[in-house]
T-cell receptor
Framework: GAVVSQHPSWVICKSGTSVKIECRSLDFQATTMFWYRQFPKQSLMLMATSNEGSKATYEQGVEKDKFLINHASLTLSTLTVTSAHPEDSSFYIC?????????????FGPGTRLTVL | GQQVMQIPQYQHVQEGEDFTTYCNSSTTLSNIQWYKQRPGGHPVFLIQLVKSGEVKKQKRLTFQFGEAKKNSSLHITATQTTDVGTYFCAGDKGGSEKLVFGKGTKLTVNP
């Protein structure tokens, strides 16, 4: 089956630094990649939708200048949390979508847990 | 590692028929969540179950959490074409463990 990886799986950083998270589709080319965040015991919240070669579409309330998304290829999307603060501590998960036969299937990565000190 | 198995992978029903998807975890869960993804859309959170044996209803949808907190089900009564989509369960082991998603059940409804 299709596999989506994320790196790193967890990261601890100091307040004010930037953190880059990679999302890769390992054995397929993803039409679209989604980025989510999840606070403890809460639901997954969509942050942005990313299509290869174009600008990401951010959900309402998500600061695009703070959460930079680059989708350079059909197998790689990156999320950079700039000038991270403790309130950015969360679980970030990506998913990759591929269109086939007029339907899409979404495969989730394992997630990245970010802790900002 | 923790695994969450979801069956069936696909389900095709006639409009008006019932539908059930099952989720089983290899380990005891802190809570389980259900998501629905419409074709072309992103997963949307439906509900979270926390208590052992818990049953929650949302209109025609009934969600159950097993007594051992290792399995869950989503049942839709009298399906409608608007129910079409993929239903994901996601198990939360609690603490600092990440959420583990099932692979989803894709539901199609024939009008």
């Amino acid at each position: 089956g299709a596999v989506v990886s994320q790196h790193p799986s967890w990261v601890i950083c100091k307040s004010g630094t930037s953190v880059k998270i990679e999302c890769r589709s390992l054995d397929f080319q993803a039409t679209t990649m989604f980025w989510y965040r999840q606070f403890p015991k809460q639901s997954l919240m969509l942050m942005a939708t990313s299509n290869e070669g174009s600008k990401a579409t951010y959900e309402q309330g998500v600061e695009k200048d703070k959460f930079l998304i680059n989708h350079a290829s059909l197998t790689l999307s990156t999320l950079t949390v700039t000038s991270a603060h403790p309130e950015d501590s969360s679980f970030y998960i990506c998913s990759a979508s591929v269109w086939a036969l007029s339907t899409d299937t979404q495969y989730f990565g394992p997630g990245t847990r970010l802790t900002v000190l | 590692g923790q695994q969450v198995m979801q069956i069936p992978q696909y389900q095709h029903v006639q409009e008006g028929e019932d539908f059930t998807t099952y989720c089983n975890s290899s380990t005891t869960l802190s809570n389980i969540q259900w998501y629905k993804q419409r074709p072309g859309g992103h997963p949307v959170f439906l509900i979270q179950l926390v208590k052992s044996g818990e049953v929650k209803k949302q209109k025609r949808l009934t969600f159950q959490f097993g007594e051992a907190k290792k399995n869950s089900s989503l049942h839709i009564t009298a399906t409608q074409t608007t129910d079409v989509g993929t239903y994901f369960c996601a198990g939360d082991k609690g603490g600092s463990e990440k959420l583990v998603f099932g692979k989803g059940t894709k539901l199609t409804v024939n009008p």
